[in-house]
């Protein structure tokens, strides 16, 4: 590793539950962080659907495809024309041409999700191939930041 360069990078979003107050590009409670990441390889947004809110337009992406994880809540997601029950736990991948779009179906929880999105078959290895295990003993109490 050179002199000076740091291997990582943190954001501290806060509580899925405040990201109602916050509006990044053309949605409401959704946080990108691509940007305060320095993020290379994907995109990654945090996001808070309040309740019966939806995303109001159907989307699709040129290249990339999207994961949707479901954290919190229940809702629908439909693509292309198919409607499925998300909660919490569900995953969703939509290939680029899915068109796509989300709502919340509660009427009192809000629907915290994370979305991830990659370019389609850009991935060329994966934890079992990419990871490397080091033959160095775990240490915890360094630092704290």
């Known amino acids: 590793m050179e002199p000076n360069q740091v291997n990582y990078s943190i954001n501290h979003a806060g509580a899925f539950s405040n990201f109602g107050n916050v509006t990044e590009g053309m949605i409401k409670g959704k946080i ?31 290249e990339n495809e999207e994961l949707y994880i479901f954290l919190k809540g229940q809702g629908l997601i439909q693509v292309d024309g198919n409607e499925f029950e998300v909660i919490e736990g569900t995953s969703v991948r939509i290939a680029p041409d899915g068109v ?3 709502k919340n179906t509660s009427a009192s929880e809000d629907l915290h999700f994370i979305v991830i999105q990659a370019k ?12 490397i295990i080091l033959e160095q003993p775990v240490e915890w109490g360094k630092s704290v930041k």
């Open 32 to 62: 990108f962080l691509k940007e305060s990441l320095n993020l290379t390889s994907m995109e990654v947004s945090l996001n808070n659907l309040p309740p019966k809110g939806e995303i109001p337009f159907y989307h699709k992406h040129q």
């Open 120 to 131: 389609e078959n850009s991935l060329s290895q994966w934890v079992q191939t990419d990871g």
């Open 100 to 102: 796509r779009v989300l």
